[in-house]
């Protein structure tokens, strides 16, 4: 497998706890945001979005929370299962392309 | 249901030699982008197209160069290889009129010995 996540900060949870990522971001004119999840060998893949006019979104198991007071993105994933283990990156995009903040991996324990 | 594809998956090149790497987006998206993800890094924005024009650069080498053909496919070409080239490349592709949403392919794996 690829050696990405080496110096990535980890998270490690337990099967059927809740799982909370967060992420910081830089530039207070983003106005939309995504979080990624990346499993090993293959492309990022989404996972949630929320545009800068809403605090909370849900989906399925999964609730991104904003604070755009302190420029703070979070990541909560329900009941984590095995195959939630991957790299977890947040994305902003206040222009043309989107910035990838700091992944973060997460390993769920049996 | 169609995903974007990149080819080839896999790519063993040597110092100084050139390569290609192609990207297809999915059907009726219009804007692709290219990122470099090197050994433990975050994807880095290299390259944008929309409508075949380049639409934003970023942090893209001048050793390489990237275009979009009429199909929306775009190839991204990299000479005079370095070592610090050895990366994932990941092509992303979204559809027009203000969609933001993103789709990747699963990337092509650079390796420069």
């Known amino acids: 497998g690829e050696s990405v996540g080496l110096h990535l900060p980890t998270l490690s949870v337990q099967e059927g706890d809740n799982s909370i990522i967060n992420c910081a971001y830089s530039n207070s004119a983003s106005d939309y945001f995504i979080w990624y999840k990346q499993e090993s060998g293959k492309g990022p893949q989404f996972i949630i979005d929320?545009?800068?006019?809403?605090d909370k979104r849900q989906g399925q198991r999964v609730t991104v929370l904003l604070n755009k007071t302190v420029k703070h993105l979070s990541l909560q994933i329900a009941a984590t299962q095995p195959g939630d283990s991957a790299v977890y990156f947040c994305a902003e995009n206040g222009g043309q392309n989107f910035v990838f903040g700091p992944g973060t991996r997460l390993s769920v324990l049996p | 249901a169609a995903g974007v594809i990149q080819s080839p998956r896999h790519l063993i090149k040597e110092k100084r030699e050139t390569a290609t790497l192609k990207c297809y987006p999915i059907p009726r998206h219009d804007t692709v982008y290219w990122y470099q993800q090197g050994p433990g890094q975050d994807p880095q924005f290299l390259i944008s197209f929309y409508e075949k024009m380049q639409s934003d650069k970023g942090s893209i080498p001048d050793r390489f160069s990237a275009q979009q053909f009429s199909d929306y496919h775009s190839e991204l070409n990299m000479s005079s290889l370095e070592l610090g080239d050895t990366a994932l490349y990941f092509c992303?592709?979204?559809?027009?009129?203000?969609?933001?949403?993103?789709?990747f392919g699963s990337g092509t794996r650079l390796t420069v010995v």
């Open positions: 929320i545009r800068s006019n809403m």
């Open positions: 992303a592709s979204s559809s027009p009129h203000g969609d933001y949403g993103y789709t």
